[in-house]
């Protein structure tokens, strides 16, 4: 099963679908695939910073996307997330440091452009599917309008081969 998310980081449904996937990953790891796409609501501000920061994690690696985006969607995270963008920057910035990861890929990312590159090619894909809220959750090609669940993913973990 694929499952493609139209999320961001301020939305605390998003954050309610994150915990119900990660859920369902650690459940059933062979029979999932998730693709975390950035959806931001508003073109700037700091729903749009976070997504363009943890884009620019994207750049250094998989493993540092998942570290930012895990961050993001944690208590802390969204308690920093309500305060300024340079502290949020420097505080993923330390977490990256902390792992070992390559801080300049990030930082040049960030400034250079690459993050909200990626963040305004994912916004254009999901405009172009008829995303318009958040989270909008994509399985095996089909559009929920329901939140997910354990009853919707059951469905379509049956209908696997």
């Known amino acids: 099963m694929t499952i493609v998310e139209f999320s961001n980081f301020e939305c605390p449904y998003c954050q309610r679908s994150w915990t119900k996937i990660q859920e369902l990953l650690e459940k059933r790891p062979q029979d999932v695939r998730y693709v975390f796409k950035h959806f931001p609501l508003q ?23 998942w570290l930012v985006h895990d961050f993001l969607f944690s208590d802390e995270g969204q308690a920093l997330i309500k305060g300024e963008k340079q502290a949020i920057r420097k505080r993923i910035e330390k977490i990256l440091q902390e792992k070992g990861l390559d801080l300049k890929v990030f930082q040049t990312a960030l400034d250079s452009g690459k993050g909200k590159q990626r963040v305004e090619e994912d916004m254009g894909v999901g405009k172009k599917i008829g995303v318009r809220a958040t989270p909008t959750t994509i399985v095996n090609g089909d559009i929920l309008r329901t939140p997910l669940s354990d009853q919707i993913l059951d469905q379509y973990l049956k209908k696997q081969p």
């Open 43 to 65: 073109a700037g501000g700091t729903t749009f910073a976070l997504s363009e920061m943890a884009a620019a994690a994207q750049e250094v690696s998989p493993e540092a996307f």
